[in-house]
């Protein structure tokens, strides 16, 4: 199956295509895609994911996949949730959204959150969508640990690891990060087709 990753976002896309690259699922390069702007603003995970699937299956007539991810934290009533990447606003940076995250998280005792991430794959001519969804539950740091992986990578504990996603190699993040569990869910889903 030849494949469009619906995301403009390099960081995004180079994890989605290390999990997924297998024999049976051809990406096809970035540079070979025709990129489009998506306004996400979808109330869940998995509308955003969807909304983007079915923008670049449209606009490259080839099954797109698209991912919507985020951090749910407890104390903040689950945010920064959907507005994740624009947490501290339109234009911010990681840098900001995680000065944000430990200014809203200074003195709170519960530190605990999860990763979230709905996947949509559309394919063109067809009405259904291709859904998983993976999450990994984790702890908040109170400051940045570690310069691998992005977003709020720095400032995520993950028990299982036994370190930050920032510490992880890509490998170790992806065997139980909540991209990687969605990939993995929705490469069974397309098994059952």
Sequence with gaps: MRLVIASNNLRKRREIEAILGTPRINIVPAEQTRFIEVVEDGDTFAANAEKKARAFAGANGLPALADDSGLMVEALGGA??????????????????????????????????????????????????????????????????????????????????????????????????????????????????
């Design 80 to 193: 920064p949730g959907v507005y994740s990447s624009r947490y501290a606003g339109e234009t911010a940076s990681d840098a900001d959204n995680n000065d944000k995250l430990i200014r809203e998280m200074q003195g709170v005792k519960n530190r605990k959150a999860s990763f979230v991430c709905a996947l949509c794959l559309i394919i063109p001519g067809e009405n259904e969508a291709i859904t998983a969804e993976g999450h990994v539950d984790g702890l908040i740091l109170e400051v940045p640990d570690g310069v691998a992986g992005f977003g709020y990578d720095p400032l995520f504990y993950c028990p299982e690891l036994g370190k930050s996603f920032a510490r992880a190699t890509a490998e170790e993040k992806a065997s139980v990060s909540h991209r990687g569990r969605a990939l993995r869910n929705m490469v069974e889903n397309l098994g059952k087709l």
